[in-house]
């Protein structure tokens, strides 16, 4: 508990307006728990591939981590 984590989440944009994403990162838990962890507003270039990186502390008893990515 307390190791800082790192999750990478790959976007691509391919219209020709660049666009902005909100990347939430969410830490679940046994019994369908779930806390948020960590926000990231990320700009994407047109056609060019981009990734996220979210910066996040683990947690003790956490299973999984999920991502989530609204424009």
């Known amino acids: 508990m ?22 939430r990162v969410y830490v679940l838990y046994p019994g369908n728990g779930r806390e948020l962890a960590a926000v990231s507003a990320v700009a994407t270039t047109p056609g060019v591939p981009a990734t996220a990186r979210v910066r996040f502390r683990a947690r003790a008893g956490m299973t999984s981590v999920q991502c989530e990515i609204a424009q």
């Not at 999750?7 to 994403?21: K, S």
Request: hydrophobic fraction near 45%; charged fraction near 25%; proline fraction near 0%.
């Open 2 to 23: 307390g190791a800082g984590r790192e999750a990478d989440v790959g976007l691509v944009n391919q219209t020709e307006a660049a666009r902005a994403f909100t990347v």
